[in-house]
């Protein structure tokens, strides 16, 4: 999509992967998706999603205001750390961003591994704290019909077309360092001021 892309395994097979394995360890069925297009996007929505930034310092900067984690979550097998996670405003606590992700903490150095631990600010925020490169590879974009727990954690009513994006993270040497599914709330075409 934006040229090569360093291979990651197994995980590549699904575009909804790691957020099919949370909706299966909880016994619920994944609501449908479908790849579409970027193009096929409409603003603001596209521009949130169809780059190869992480989505904390792009949601940062299209609400004007500061991000932290809200917890869902959390696996740990071996060194992949698996997590749900709403992206909340710091000021309102407005959700701005539900994602799944599989982090593989081998991939990061003892401090940024304690920090990603501490779940109180989003992987992006984080690379940038400790000043660790990276490529951000969207594999796919999504669009979907929100389903109960969607809403629940995205603080919205009634059934919501959505979309978001399956993205993987790299080091410069093209080893994987994060698998994610990123799906917004419904966007305003009007930027929200801080």
Do not use: W
Request: proline share 8%; hydrophobic share 40%; net charge negative.
């Amino acid at each position: 999509m934006y040229g090569s892309t360093p291979t990651t395994g197994p995980a590549e097979a699904s575009v909804s992967y790691p957020l099919d394995e949370f909706y299966a360890r909880s016994g619920l069925r994944l609501p449908p998706l479908e790849v579409v297009d970027g193009g096929a996007i409409a603003e603001p929505a596209r521009s949130l999603l169809v780059h190869e930034r992480d989505m904390t310092s792009t949601l940062e900067a299209f609400h004007g205001a500061g991000i932290h984690l809200r917890p869902i979550s959390r696996q740990r097998r071996g060194d992949d750390y698996f997590r749900e996670v709403v992206l909340v405003l710091d000021e309102t606590e407005q959700p701005v961003e539900f994602g799944a992700i599989c982090i593989h903490l081998a991939r990061f150095p003892e401090p940024a591994r304690q920090a990603i631990l501490a779940e109180r600010f989003p992987l992006g925020h984080l690379l940038k704290d400790f000043g660790i490169a990276y490529l951000s590879r969207p594999k796919a974009f999504l669009r979907l019909a929100s389903d109960a727990t969607i809403n629940g954690l995205l603080r919205l009513t009634g059934a919501q077309l959505l979309f978001g994006r399956r993205n993987s993270l790299f080091d410069p040497a093209g080893n994987s360092l994060a698998e994610i599914v990123e799906i917004l709330p419904p966007v305003s075409p009007v930027r929200k001021s801080g």
